[in-house]
């Protein structure tokens, strides 16, 4: 197990996790993250595949901190990409990033690429924000319940905790087959260490377990 005992990364993760990048890469994430005065908490199971998901997701600058903390920590990770912006340097660029394409209006949409990559790659993380919206969505899409429950994988939560500038790594849940008493342990992780930077436009799920008013008005 690699492990960090440093101000910026009190993370642990096992050898199976897909790593990339080198020495000046992690130091570069480090630095980004120690400028920002943002560190990372908690333990990556040693598992070479799972569904990662992050909330509360109220801002841009959510993702500029995932991607120094992931740089930061080595991690090789992938997202879902609109097919139509993998043309020429563009492409390759996202494809390096670990973007995967794919067209949501064909037969295959998204859920299907996503388990499909699972069961083509010996170790994968995918990255999915389940409030997919900054605009204070009424409840999570369940696509990342589906593409875990499908694939075989457990779910990984992240959370975004802006009053103390942290993203904390929960404990790993393997889906049960009730999409409902899932969230529910989901959500009981993001009550005790979510914080999001605009309580306002945070979902109704992440409202109810913060004790906050949910605004179905709120604006990007």
Known sequence: ????????????????????????????????????????????PDLPKMVIIG?????????????????????????MGKHTLFWGPLGFALRWFGVIPVDRKGAHGIV????????????LLLLIAPEGTRKAPAAWKRGFWVIASSAGVPILPAAFDYKSRRIVIGPPLMPSGDYDA???????????????????????????????????????
């Open 55 to 79: 909330a509360p997701h109220t801002s841009n600058l959510d993702a500029v901190i995932a991607v120094a903390a992931q740089t930061a920590l080595g991690l090789r990770t992938n997202l």
């Open 112 to 123: 299907e690429r996503s388990v499909a990559a699972f069961n083509s790659s010996e170790r």
């Open 182 to 220: 899932d969230l529910r342990r989901l959500l009981d992780f993001y009550r005790e260490n979510a914080g999001p930077r605009y309580p306002d436009r945070a979902s109704a799920p992440i409202c109810a377990v913060l004790g906050l008013d949910w605004r179905s008005d709120a604006k990007s």
């Open 1 to 44: 197990m690699a492990a960090s005992d440093d101000k910026v990364l009190r993370v642990t993760i096992g050898g199976q996790v897909p790593r990339r990048g080198n020495v000046l890469s992690r130091v570069l994430g480090r630095a980004i993250l120690r400028v920002m005065r943002w560190r990372v908490e908690g333990q990556f």
